[in-house]
Nanobody
Framework: QVQLVESGGGLVQAGGSLRLSCAAS????????MGWFRQAPGKEREFVAH????????YYTDSVKGRFTISRDNAKNTMFLQMNSLQLEDTAVYYC????????????????WGQGTQVTVST
């Protein structure tokens, strides 16, 4: 069993920054790649970013490239999402998840999920 807990969400003005954290327990953290997804009101959950087991490879959806940075600290069983230059469209609940499948852009290839943390970007 794996437990994932996100933190770091909040209310921020457009152009501002937030850093999300995802703390993992119950399993050797470094065994799996990880990802961040988000879900805005009335929309489907969408892929945001993915990081390999070692942290050496990262992938992003086009809308966040150059603004968001995903990283992980395997010694602390924690993954991060640094979000800069936040835009109104980034408002959503952000989820971290453990990758266990083949397609890192698809949520059904992630088996364990956190409860989510709300990010709200205002004008």
């Amino acid at each position: 069993q794996v437990q994932l807990v996100e933190s770091g969400g909040g209310l921020v003005q457009a152009g501002g920054s937030l850093r999300l954290s995802c703390a993992a327990s119950g399993r050797t953290f470094s065994r799996n790649a990880m990802g961040w997804f988000r879900q805005a009101p009335g929309k489907e959950r969408e892929f945001v970013a993915h990081v390999s087991r070692t942290g050496g490879s990262t992938y992003y959806t086009d809308s966040v490239k150059g603004r968001f940075t995903i990283s992980r600290d395997n010694a602390k069983n924690t993954m991060f999402l640094q979000m800069n230059s936040l835009q109104l469209e980034d408002t959503a609940v952000y989820y971290c998840a453990l990758f266990t499948g083949r397609d890192w852009t698809r949520d059904y290839d992630y088996n364990y999920w956190g409860q989510g943390t709300q990010v709200t970007v205002s004008t």
